[in-house]
T-cell receptor, first 113, second 111 residues
Framework: GAVVSQHPSWVICKSGTSVKIECRSL??????MFWYRQFPKQSLMLMAT?????????EQGVEKDKFLINHASLTLSTLTVTSAHPEDSSFYIC?????????FGAGTRLSVL | DAKTTQPNSMESNEEEPVHLPCNHS???????IHWYRQLPSQGPEYVIH???SNVNNRMASLAIAEDRKSSTLILHRATLRDAAVYYC????????????FGTGTRLKVLA
């Protein structure tokens, strides 16, 4: 089946720094990718839809200046958490839209100290 | 966005069948029913999907009610590796293509 690679799988950073997370579709082209965040014991919450070559569409309540999304190619979308703070600590998951379903990455655990 | 309702948790004995229900009373004619599962600290994994007819694959079966307002994911013989959170999602294969995750069902498999 199709594979989505997410990197890094785990990152620790200091408060105030920025962190970039990459999401790659390895064996197919994805015009649309999605970014989710998940807090412990909770469900996935959709943050934004990333469209190749255009601006991302953010869900209500998600700060677009805080969570910068770039989808510059058909196989790569990046999420940058700018000026991270401890409350941004979470599990971030990307997915890529395939023909019939979405394929998910393994997730990135972000810990902000 | 159409919503799904699932029990918060279920338990099953190992090697017994498991029926995981999902209610989606506001489903529209073009909504597909997708099931994923998520193991701890991993991304969701695709299980099965369908539109109107029942579906089978190597992982599971999906039984869809005639009125499509509910569906059931069937694991024929639960193993310890099937312990996960199972999500039932309504998917519109056009427009935004978004998945909206509900709370899911946490399945515990007892040895």
């Amino acid at each position: 089946g199709a594979v989505v690679s997410q990197h890094p799988s785990w990152v620790i950073c200091k408060s105030g720094t920025s962190v970039k997370i990459e999401c790659r579709s390895l064996d197919f082209q994805a015009t649309t990718m999605f970014w989710y965040r998940q807090f412990p014991k909770q469900s996935l919450m959709l943050m934004a839809t990333s469209n190749e070559g255009s601006k991302a569409t953010y869900e209500q309540g998600v700060e677009k200046d805080k969570f910068l999304i770039n989808h510059a190619s058909l196989t790569l979308s990046t999420l940058t958490v700018t000026s991270a703070h401890p409350e941004d600590s979470s599990f971030y998951i990307c997915s890529a839209r395939g023909r019939d379903i979405q394929y998910f990455g393994a997730g990135t655990r972000l810990s902000v100290l | 966005d159409a919503k799904t309702t699932q029990p918060n948790s279920m338990e099953s004995n190992e090697e017994e069948p498991v029926h995981l229900p999902c209610n989606h009373s506001t489903i529209s004619g073009t909504d597909y029913i997708h099931w994923y599962r998520q193991l701890p600290s991993q991304g969701p994994e695709y299980v099965i999907h369908g539109l109107t007819s029942n579906v089978n694959n190597r992982m599971a079966s999906l039984a869809i009610a005639e009125d499509r307002k509910s569906s059931t994911l069937i694991l024929h013989r639960a193993t310890l590796r099937d312990a996960a959170v199972y999500y039932c999602i309504l998917y519109v294969a056009s427009g935004t293509y978004k998945y909206i995750f509900g709370t899911g069902t946490r399945l515990k498999v007892l040895a």
